[in-house]
């Protein structure tokens, strides 16, 4: 079953006519809000979202249909004017500026896959997303600017992906790739997918990462400018050395260099799990 819903500058464009389907407007006129059904309930839903400006928070709950509102984010609107554009101002002069709320929310599900877009991109405008999912849901995310990512309870896997943010998982389950180019991570796993490998990187920003107490893993990390710290019983290995190919076309030349990364296990060892920045601490926290 496919889905497909659509906001239009207000009104609403309903595709593929199916039951269930329901579209609103905040009375408000605040944003748009749409739910959509899964093909399946009784199976895990996979959501996919890409902003370039806004922030995206998903948070699980028990209901079975994934329910989206966008709204379009107040900009800084001025009226001052200058030589270049008097012509204009003496167009307006004496009329009032209708101010465009319209998000372009759309919503698309396909056997359980939901995408969820906005008509907005670039400097056209900022689109903050609140987004409510099964508890079983799979997460990609990703915003570039004007916002952070935050997701709650899920269970499943979550890549995602902040250029100038932040990204905050709390009580989730499974397994997270996360990578926060200016911004800190923060993560709270309540159980983790042991057949999963992890990682979670950035360049200015801490990492901060609560596992359950009996995870088993390997962990790479390194921190270029920052410290590491950890209350867990991690067993460190002695760090390999690398052998780096000869680039400058002279016969028997090679470089050997020891890992930056360093290695140690918990709980034994098991999945690998790597945490690495440039510009920030790496802290890893044993749950209760």
Known sequence: MKTKLRMIC???LILAGLLGLTAAVPENGGGDKLTVPLS???????LRVG????????????????EVEAVRREGDDSDEDNDADQDAAAKRSGLRKITNTST??????????????TGLAGASGTIDLKIRVPVSTSVKLSTINDGDIRVTGVKGECEVSNTNGSVTLSKISGSAVVDALNGEINVGFLSVDPGKPMSFSS????IDVTFPPDIHATVKMKSEQGDIYSDFDI???????????????NPGKFK???????????????????LKNFNGSIYIRKGK
């Open 104 to 117: 372009g929310l759309s919503v698309d599900e396909n056997n359980n896959e939901v995408e969820v877009s």
């Open 203 to 206: 360049m200015n920003g801490d």
């Open 235 to 249: 067993k460190m290995t002695s760090p390999s050395s690398r052998v780096v190919e000869n680039q400058t076309g």
């Open 256 to 274: 050997v260099a020891m890992e930056k990364m360093m290695s140690g296990s918990i709980n034994g060892g098991g999945s690998e799990i790597v």
């Open 51 to 66: 902003l370039i400006n806004g922030s995206i928070s998903v948070e699980a709950y028990s209901g079975k249909d994934v």
């Open 40 to 46: 399946d309930p009784s199976r895990p839903a996979h």
């Open 10 to 12: 207000g009104g609403v």
